[in-house]
């Protein structure tokens, strides 16, 4: 499907998520261009907050719901509800029906929120079809499979299926692509030397793939690959998928020092 927005195009709401909007913008601008290239008119809701998934992970389910109805009230008027994230979108999508079967007064409106939230990548393949994209890589990568996404949301083929549409792109299964990273939100910091091995075991077989460029559809998972990567002395760099599916490549990939000013 090609870009062609009107007052008539699908209306998406882009959830940004709390990494994405303090860590690497650029995912949600590369987020932005390709909703639009699928045919949707974008807004970005300013009353957005965080998803509630860190509250709701540690059993602190007032401050989830709090969280949660701030989100529900910001992202009613559109017709879609789009995350860069497996992650947000399966807790927005899965738990907040859950959450508030309990308040027959707003449970209706967290279910019809819940039932309009899709991750990025699904959204573009499964519900719009799209059928090009504007990036191009010239070089290998591998990608990894966030349990989230996986695992929540069946989220696996879509991303291939686009990454295959870029020009000069090479795509190398990672062994265990289905496996943790280790990051798991609040588990690397409850279970670090668990979550280190983990993330140990993730790197070996990245850096065996002989790929260039690691990709992801969740930044947290990404982070944590990245600076592990780092720290082994790899050679290998991390992106989110959208930032290669978009062509926008000028940012420094995820750990690597900003450009000098006057340079390109």
């Known amino acids: 499907m090609t870009e062609n927005k009107n007052e008539s195009s699908p209306l998406a709401g882009l959830f940004v998520t709390c990494l994405v909007d303090l860590m690497r913008p650029s995912v949600g601008f590369a987020a932005v261009t390709l909703l639009e290239r ?22 602190d389910r007032a401050d989830t719901k709090a969280i949660a109805r701030q989100v529900v009230a910001a992202f009613e008027p559109y ?17 907040y029906p859950a959450l508030f079967a309990d308040e027959p ?8 929120v819940a039932d309009k939230t899709h991750e990025l990548v699904s959204f573009l393949a499964d519900q719009r079809g799209l ?21 929540e949301l069946g989220v696996k083929a879509q991303p291939r299926r686009l990454l295959a549409r870029v020009a000069g792109l090479e795509l190398k299964e990672l062994r265990d692509a289905e496996v943790c990273c280790g990051f798991g939100g609040t588990f690397c910091v409850k279970y670090p030397e668990i979550s280190d091995k983990i993330v140990s075991e993730k790197c070996a077989a990245i850096e065996e793939s002989g790929a260039d460029l690691l990709l992801a559809g969740d930044l947290g998972c990404l982070l944590n690959m990245a600076g592990k990567l780092k720290r082994r002395g790899a050679g290998v760099q991390a992106r989110h998928v959208a930032e290669v599916l978009a062509g926008e490549l000028a940012d420094p990939a995820i750990g690597e020092p900003e450009r000098s000013p006057g340079r390109s």
Do not use: W
């Not at 699928?38 to 059993?59: D, I, K």
């Not at 059928?131 to 695992?151: K, M, W």
């Open 38 to 59: 699928a045919g949707c008119r974008v807004e970005v809701p300013e009353a957005q907050t965080c998803c509630g998934q860190p509250a709701y992970n540690s059993g």
């Open 79 to 95: 017709d879609y509800v789009v995350a860069p994230s497996g992650s947000c979108a399966a807790m927005i999508r899965d738990h």
């Open 105 to 112: 007064d707003f449970a209706p409106r967290a279910k019809a």
């Open 131 to 151: 059928d090009s994209v504007p990036g191009r890589f010239e070089g290998r990568v591998t990608y990894h499979d966030s349990c989230s996404g996986l695992r």
